[in-house]
Nanobody, 120 residues
């Protein structure tokens, strides 16, 4: 089985910064892509940022220039550096991964979620 374990998050004032990390572990043959989604109360879950195995990166328009996603392949870990946070960034952030367990079998995995609250 594959697990995604998140860390980071918490309470920060507007304009502040936070960093999230997500480590994938278990039966991993190859990681196709890892990224972060978020879900605010009463809203649908949305993509925040994603990085694929080739290094390609996608960001939501709302976080471009403020958030940076990066990875350490050898550790199967992805990071999200969040700067210039505003109250609209308040949400539960979920790590997401498309991962092959062997040469043929892949699946989508989710972390348990971590709360990010931006408030004065």
């Amino acid at each position: 089985q594959v697990q995604l374990v998140e860390s980071g998050g918490g309470l920060v004032q507007p304009g502040g910064s936070l960093s999230l990390s997500c480590a994938a572990s278990g039966s991993i043959f190859r990681i196709v892509a890892m990224g972060w989604y978020r879900q605010a109360p009463g809203k649908e879950r949305e993509l925040v940022a994603r990085i694929n195995s080739g290094g390609g990166i996608n960001y939501a328009d709302s976080v471009k220039g403020r958030f940076t996603i990066s990875r350490i392949n050898a550790q199967n870990t992805v990071y999200l550096q969040m700067n210039s946070l505003n109250p609209e960034d308040t949400a539960v952030y979920y790590c997401n991964g498309y991962i092959y367990k062997d040469t043929k079998t892949w699946d989508e995995y989710w972390g348990q979620g971590t709360q990010v609250t931006v408030s004065s």
